[in-house]
């Protein structure tokens, strides 16, 4: 049964940085890809980051380009959101999921793509930037 497992969240101020670690196990495909979504309070969830598996392409929204940074631990399995510069815009319940069809999407179009395309998810970790 494959599982993903966030960790990192938090209060922060802004302008503080925070980073996230999802720990994948019981992952079988060497091919897919693992992402960032968010969803603040009375917003729809919306992709933030991608890397795919071979390659390592990643991709980001416009909003968190120059600000957040995703990288992968191949060995442990484990892919990280390195968040700087964060603003209380970035407030939100923070997901990764993990989509073995997303990686055609993540390395063709350098996008997320739909949340459909993710077949696991974690059960997200809160992050709140605020004075």
């Known amino acids: 049964q494959l599982q993903l497992v966030e960790s990192g969240g938090g209060l922060v101020q802004p302008g503080g940085s925070l980073r996230l670690s999802c720990a994948a196990a019981?992952?079988?495909?060497?091919?897919?890809?693992i992402g960032w979504f968010r969803q603040a309070p009375g917003k729809e969830r919306e992709a933030v980051s991608c890397i795919s598996s071979l390659g390592g392409t990643t991709t980001y929204a416009d909003s968190v380009k120059g600000r957040f940074t995703i990288s992968r631990d191949s060995v442990n399995s484990t892919v990280y959101l390195q968040m700087n510069n964060l603003k209380p815009e970035d407030t939100a319940v923070y997901y990764c999921?993990?989509?073995?069809?997303?990686?055609?999407?993540?390395?063709?179009?350098?996008?997320?793509?739909?949340?459909?395309?993710?077949?696991?998810w974690g059960q997200g970790t809160q992050v709140t930037v605020s004075s």
């Open positions: 999921a993990l989509g073995v069809g997303a990686i055609v999407r993540v390395v063709t179009t350098l996008q997320c793509g739909p949340e459909h395309e993710y077949d696991y």
């Open positions: 019981g992952v079988t495909s060497d091919y897919y890809a």
